[in-house]
């Protein structure tokens, strides 16, 4: 029978299972279970097809009692009749199955006839108690009868609609509940106890603080008859609070009395749902504290409502926050800021506002008298003393104090943060106050952002060459593409002022392409020419790294001015690497297929070099002489840096020191082994024009560089320092594949 209602059996034997099966044949379907668990697990996911349950008491997992009393607690599944049959009758055993919530008890051996009818009477109790328990009064059942036309068809329509359905009416400032559909009995634990307790007043159950809402809405909608909306925390059976959607609407019932007709939705998901949302947008995960949104917010708030009040905005950084990540992990850097989120909450409190603006990057707004450097140092090393990480661990500051408020939340955050970064490197400082020289620097990187558009559409962007010159042979082999700022008013803007806050706000990705445009334009120009060329390498910001099309990019310019890659190389940064390594790696492998030469900025210099040079593969190592500075007083210095060109010759790796400016390096550097070298000692910067003449005078005239390009070398090399052969420039000439098109 399709359609014949469902017995679950529940019987560790399939015998005595068959037996009931073979009895109600034509009455049932059936759904077997073999122990206590299993029929659990049924319930769980088709009570709403049971309409009767016989289980055995001895099961193989729990006994029988459990069992019921697990089923009879469920308020989804207390609707169901539960019949117990056994082989043994006794009295203390029967008042233990009645006890634990049954219907009845069969006692074996019964006749089909018996069973039946003990079957389809407990099935008709049920039924009439949850009957009754919606009609729990005889004047709930006329209200009941009066709304739902005294039908149970109706009945049963209000008890498919969403959440619970009640009907209410007001006196005295009480609440009365009269009428109650299954859902929303089931809405509160199920419990006719908790739902007699609850009916005389329902506002027992609704949360103090929401009262005074709802008399005022219903004091609302009785005047104007507008539905009613709202939500309102109400306590259920088991204590907990949950929050319910209400829509209601005044009737008046054929006696000419009000009665509020209410729906009910339990809505508690939704508005834990919201809380989660509106936590992660005003919280800082890691940490619990507010994020840079919600700590600009409330430090406004705590300014703008104290004016009397002179505040100090102070921004945290944690010191080399980047090594003590790469050398501890993740999982312990996060740690140590929660660390200091602690220390902030603990400290600051209801005394000001704090929150974490980005990465390591901690704000505390606090009134000024508060801001005294010897307390908070030794606040943050009483914080740092119960921490242990394993190295030592500081914090730089940087205090604005605000005079008046004639700037932003945010932009006084800006100014601590300018006044911190001054300080970013020195070791025997950790704080530094905002004044009006951070503000003239601030006004001129606002001049800068302002013009930076213009000044590239304007071709104010000027390609400069610094050369690559081989020792042995005194010529250039190669060159390096340096952007230089010529501005119409203001002259040369130096790109210390500029390429810095470009890496910031995210325009080097712009002034990087112009550049490898400009270097191809150059090249493209001599070959055009039929001058003498050699390769020229372009430098690839941090940021240009996050363009997931990059290599692809480079080389659609490479093909545009109808080069080859040999014609350009590429130089990666250490901070590339640090900030995007994955990316990185994938963009410098795609442009070494497309047949780039990889060149290693600044070796040495950072703190991941070697690690970057693990992973990445790169054909060039540009030695950075700035990290030896003290080789000459230093013989430890000068075993390093012989060291670390021994490392790139046993990869196979081509080397060039940059940055040399003495004999001394140049000798120094000779004797190890590296012949490439760059620098202020053979050429600063220079012109493209100029660059060109120095090219066609070292590889094109046979002249001694003394005479012709005596302006291009250091003031500290002489003319037979500098002087070589025709025959050994054309040699340089064929190993640099210098090449005419």
């Given at each position: 029978m399709n359609n014949a209602p469902n017995m679950l059996i529940v019987d560790s034997k399939n015998s005595n299972r068959d037996i009931i099966k073979e009895i109600f044949k034509d009455e049932y379907s059936f759904i077997d279970a073999d122990s206590g668990v299993n029929a659990l697990e049924i319930l769980e996911s088709q009570h709403q097809?049971?309409?009767?349950?016989?289980?055995?008491?001895?099961?193989?997992?729990?006994?029988?009692?459990?069992?019921?009393?697990?089923?009879?607690?469920?308020?989804?599944?207390?609707?169901?009749?539960?019949?117990?049959?056994?082989?043994?009758?006794d009295s203390?055993?029967?008042?233990?199955?009645?006890e634990s919530g049954a219907s009845d008890m069969i006692v074996k051996p019964f006749t089909p006839v018996s069973i039946k009818q003990r079957i389809k009477n407990a099935v008709s109790a049920k039924k009439n108690e949850t009957e009754n328990l919606l009609s729990h009064t005889s004047s709930a059942n006329n209200k009941t009868r009066e709304f739902v036309g005294g039908t149970t068809e109706v009945s049963a329509l209000i008890d498919t609609i969403p959440g619970g359905f009640g009907i209410f009416s007001i006196n005295n400032g009480k609440i009365k509940n009269i009428y109650a559909n299954s859902n929303l009995l089931l809405m509160f634990g199920g419990s006719k106890e908790y739902y007699r307790f609850m009916k005389d007043d329902i506002s027992r159950v609704i949360h103090p603080d929401d009262i005074e809402s709802i008399l005022?809405?219903?004091?609302?909608?009785?005047?104007?008859?507008?539905?009613?909306?709202?939500?309102?925390?109400?306590?259920?059976?088991?204590?907990?609070?949950?929050?319910?959607?209400?829509?209601?609407?005044?009737?008046?019932?054929?006696?000419?009395?009000?009665?509020?007709?209410?729906?009910?939705?339990?809505?508690?998901?939704?508005?834990?749902?919201?809380?989660?949302?509106?936590?992660?947008?005003?919280?800082?995960?890691?940490?619990?504290?507010?994020?840079?949104?919600?700590?600009?917010?409330?430090?406004?708030?705590?300014?703008?409502?104290?004016?009397?009040?002179?505040?100090?905005?102070?921004?945290?950084n944690v010191q080399r926050f980047k090594v003590i990540n790469y050398l501890f992990g993740t999982e312990h850097t996060d740690e140590l800021l929660k660390n200091i989120a602690k220390m902030l909450r603990d400290n600051v409190g209801k005394y000001g506002a704090y929150g974490k603006l980005e990465s390591d990057s901690f704000a505390v707004c606090v009134e000024s008298s508060y801001c005294d450097i010897e307390t908070i140092n030794a606040i943050i090393n009483d914080s740092f003393a119960h921490y242990y990480l394993g190295c030592r661990v500081s914090l730089n500051m940087g205090i604005y104090i605000s005079q008046k408020n004639d700037?932003?939340?945010?932009?006084?955050?800006?100014?601590?943060?300018?006044?911190?970064?001054?300080?970013?490197?020195?070791?025997?400082?950790?704080?530094?106050?905002?004044?009006?020289?951070?503000?003239?620097?601030?006004?001129?990187?606002?001049?800068?952002?302002?013009?930076?558009?213009?000044?590239?559409?304007?071709?104010?962007?000027?390609?400069?060459?610094?050369?690559?010159y081989s020792v042995s042979k005194n010529i250039p082999i190669s060159a390096e593409a340096l952007v230089r700022w010529i501005h119409p008013l203001k002259g040369i803007i130096p790109p210390g002022d500029f390429i810095p806050l470009f890496e910031k706000n995210g325009f080097i990705a712009k002034l990087d392409r112009y550049v490898w445009e400009e270097a191809c334009k150059y090249q493209r120009r001599q070959l055009d020419l039929k001058h003498k060329w050699v390769p020229i390498s372009v430098n690839i910001s941090r940021m240009s790294f996050y363009n997931e099309k990059l290599a692809d990019e480079i080389y659609e310019i490479i093909q545009k001015y109808r080069l080859t890659p040999k014609h350009i190389k590429i130089e990666l940064t250490e901070s590339a690497y640090t900030d995007n390594p994955t990316q990185?790696?994938?963009?410098?492998?795609?442009?070494?297929?497309?047949?780039?030469?990889?060149?290693?900025?600044?070796?040495?210099?950072?703190?991941?070099?070697?690690?970057?040079?693990?992973?990445?593969?790169?054909?060039?190592?540009?030695?950075?002489?700035?990290?030896?500075?003290?080789?000459?007083?230093?013989?430890?210095?000068?075993?390093?840096?012989?060291?670390?060109?021994?490392?790139?010759?046993?990869?196979?790796?081509?080397?060039?020191?940059?940055?040399?400016?003495?004999k001394s390096q140049i000798t120094f550097l000779t004797n190890i082994g590296c012949d490439s070298i760059q620098g202020y000692y053979f050429s600063k910067p220079i012109p493209c024009n100029e660059f060109e003449s120095l090219i066609r005078n070292s590889f094109g005239t046979g002249k001694s560089k003394n005479t012709d390009n005596h302006s291009y070398i250091s003031q500290n090399t002489n003319a037979s320092e500098v002087h070589e052969s025709n025959d050994e420039k054309n040699n340089v000439i064929e190993e640099c594949k210098v090449v005419e098109l």
């Amino acid at each position: 029978m399709n359609n014949a209602p469902n017995m679950l059996i529940v019987d560790s034997k399939n015998s005595n299972r068959d037996i009931i099966k073979e009895i109600f044949k034509d009455e049932y379907s059936f759904i077997d279970a073999d122990s206590g668990v299993n029929a659990l697990e049924i319930l769980e996911s088709q009570h709403q097809w049971v309409t009767v349950i016989v289980t055995d008491i001895s099961l193989p997992d729990m006994d029988g009692y459990e069992l019921i009393k697990k089923i009879c607690s469920e308020v989804t599944f207390d609707k169901i009749p539960i019949v117990v049959v056994t082989g043994v009758n006794d009295s203390e055993k029967e008042t233990k199955v009645f006890e634990s919530g049954a219907s009845d008890m069969i006692v074996k051996p019964f006749t089909p006839v018996s069973i039946k009818q003990r079957i389809k009477n407990a099935v008709s109790a049920k039924k009439n108690e949850t009957e009754n328990l919606l009609s729990h009064t005889s004047s709930a059942n006329n209200k009941t009868r009066e709304f739902v036309g005294g039908t149970t068809e109706v009945s049963a329509l209000i008890d498919t609609i969403p959440g619970g359905f009640g009907i209410f009416s007001i006196n005295n400032g009480k609440i009365k509940n009269i009428y109650a559909n299954s859902n929303l009995l089931l809405m509160f634990g199920g419990s006719k106890e908790y739902y007699r307790f609850m009916k005389d007043d329902i506002s027992r159950v609704i949360h103090p603080d929401d009262i005074e809402s709802i008399l005022n809405t219903i004091g609302r909608i009785k005047k104007t008859r507008a539905p009613a909306d709202l939500c309102v925390r109400a306590k259920v059976l088991n204590g907990c609070w949950i929050w319910i959607n209400v829509k209601g609407q005044f009737i008046v019932s054929d006696h000419g009395e009000d009665l509020l007709y209410v729906m009910l939705v339990d809505v508690s998901r939704e508005k834990q749902y919201e809380e989660v949302i509106s936590y992660r947008a005003t919280h800082d995960i890691v940490t619990g504290i507010y994020n840079r949104t919600a700590f600009l917010k409330n430090t406004y708030k705590l300014i703008n409502d104290n004016t009397d009040k002179t505040y100090a905005i102070i921004v945290l950084n944690v010191q080399r926050f980047k090594v003590i990540n790469y050398l501890f992990g993740t999982e312990h850097t996060d740690e140590l800021l929660k660390n200091i989120a602690k220390m902030l909450r603990d400290n600051v409190g209801k005394y000001g506002a704090y929150g974490k603006l980005e990465s390591d990057s901690f704000a505390v707004c606090v009134e000024s008298s508060y801001c005294d450097i010897e307390t908070i140092n030794a606040i943050i090393n009483d914080s740092f003393a119960h921490y242990y990480l394993g190295c030592r661990v500081s914090l730089n500051m940087g205090i604005y104090i605000s005079q008046k408020n004639d700037v932003s939340v945010s932009q006084m955050c800006d100014r601590a943060n300018l006044a911190m970064q001054s300080i970013k490197e020195n070791d025997d400082i950790n704080y530094a106050f905002y004044d009006e020289n951070f503000r003239h620097k601030l006004i001129v990187e606002q001049e800068i952002t302002a013009e930076m558009h213009k000044a590239l559409d304007n071709g104010q962007f000027v390609l400069f060459m610094q050369p690559v010159y081989s020792v042995s042979k005194n010529i250039p082999i190669s060159a390096e593409a340096l952007v230089r700022w010529i501005h119409p008013l203001k002259g040369i803007i130096p790109p210390g002022d500029f390429i810095p806050l470009f890496e910031k706000n995210g325009f080097i990705a712009k002034l990087d392409r112009y550049v490898w445009e400009e270097a191809c334009k150059y090249q493209r120009r001599q070959l055009d020419l039929k001058h003498k060329w050699v390769p020229i390498s372009v430098n690839i910001s941090r940021m240009s790294f996050y363009n997931e099309k990059l290599a692809d990019e480079i080389y659609e310019i490479i093909q545009k001015y109808r080069l080859t890659p040999k014609h350009i190389k590429i130089e990666l940064t250490e901070s590339a690497y640090t900030d995007n390594p994955t990316q990185l790696i994938e963009a410098v492998d795609k442009l070494r297929n497309y047949g780039f030469l990889i060149l290693m900025d600044d070796f040495g210099s950072g703190y991941s070099s070697l690690n970057m040079l693990k992973d990445i593969t790169v054909d060039i190592l540009k030695i950075d002489m700035r990290f030896m500075s003290d080789f000459e007083k230093s013989i430890k210095a000068g075993n390093i840096i012989t060291s670390v060109v021994q490392m790139a010759k046993s990869l196979a790796l081509d080397i060039i020191a940059e940055g040399a400016e003495t004999k001394s390096q140049i000798t120094f550097l000779t004797n190890i082994g590296c012949d490439s070298i760059q620098g202020y000692y053979f050429s600063k910067p220079i012109p493209c024009n100029e660059f060109e003449s120095l090219i066609r005078n070292s590889f094109g005239t046979g002249k001694s560089k003394n005479t012709d390009n005596h302006s291009y070398i250091s003031q500290n090399t002489n003319a037979s320092e500098v002087h070589e052969s025709n025959d050994e420039k054309n040699n340089v000439i064929e190993e640099c594949k210098v090449v005419e098109l």
